[in-house]
């Protein structure tokens, strides 16, 4: 059974700019929740999609979006990136809610 | 405000013996709590669960153990062995109004195991 996909794996962009990030969960799951992982932070909730829609969202600022597509894949997007946005991204699918959720191995985000 | 704490950012324990990490959480109306383990460069896998209505949880060499007075949960491995060196994270979750469960995480104790 594959695994949460990510793409890319790494990405570097200057500030200002825009990103798209792409995550293809596990064949089956319907929820699909984003992280950020920052050094000394954990990992932070950005939002989680189940069924094209946003089910729950965290502390972020509206910089950070996504969406959820009839296939179960999930799209995140920052716009006008800030220095601090630098982190790697982890996307994780689960079958529902308070269900394990399986991660993806992330895409290293690096502003410059 | 961090819901869930993990105190020590680092643990070394030699190999055969037993490694525990701890958790703590401040938010009563968590009902399920998960650790998962991180090797760099890949995502975090997940290790075991417990519920809130368990306060101990075993699979192979890994137990959870939950005190919901103290609001702590632990994570023993036994015995630790050197590929058990990462970062493991616990998390916790609960059923917040809008009726949709979200995941809070620790901030990760990196485990290294001496051969």
């Known amino acids: 059974k594959a695994g949460v996909t990510q793409t890319p794996r790494y990405l570097i962009k200057t500030r200002g700019q825009q990103v798209t990030l792409s995550c293809s969960p596990i064949s089956g799951h319907r929820s699909v929740s984003w992280y950020q992982q920052t050094p000394g932070q954990g990992l932070q909730f950005l939002f989680e999609y189940f069924s094209e829609t946003q089910r729950n969202k965290g502390n972020f600022p509206g910089r950070f979006s996504g969406r959820q597509f009839s296939n179960s894949r999930s799209e995140m997007n920052v716009s006008t990136l800030e220095l601090g946005d630098s982190a790697l991204y982890l996307c994780?699918?689960?079958?529902?809610?308070?269900?394990?959720?399986?991660f993806g191995d992330g895409t290293r985000l690096s502003i410059l | 405000d961090q819901q869930v704490k993990q105190n020590s950012p680092s643990l070394s324990v030699q190999e055969g013996r037993i490694s525990i990490l701890n958790c703590d959480y401040t938010?009563?109306?968590?009902?399920?709590f998960l650790w998962y383990k991180k090797y760099p460069a890949e995502g975090p896998t997940f290790l075991i669960s417990i519920s809130s209505i368990k306060d101990k949880n075993e699979d192979g060499r890994f137990t959870v153990f939950l005190n919901k007075s103290a609001k702590h949960l632990s994570l023993h491995i036994v015995p630790s062995q050197p590929g058990d060196s990462a970062v493991y994270f616990c998390a916790a979750s609960s059923e917040f109004t809008s009726g949709t469960y979200k995941y809070i995480f620790g901030t990760g104790t990196r485990l290294k195991v001496l051969a």
């Open positions: 994780a699918s689960s079958l529902d809610e308070n269900q394990p959720q399986h």
């Open positions: 938010n009563s109306m968590f009902d399920y």
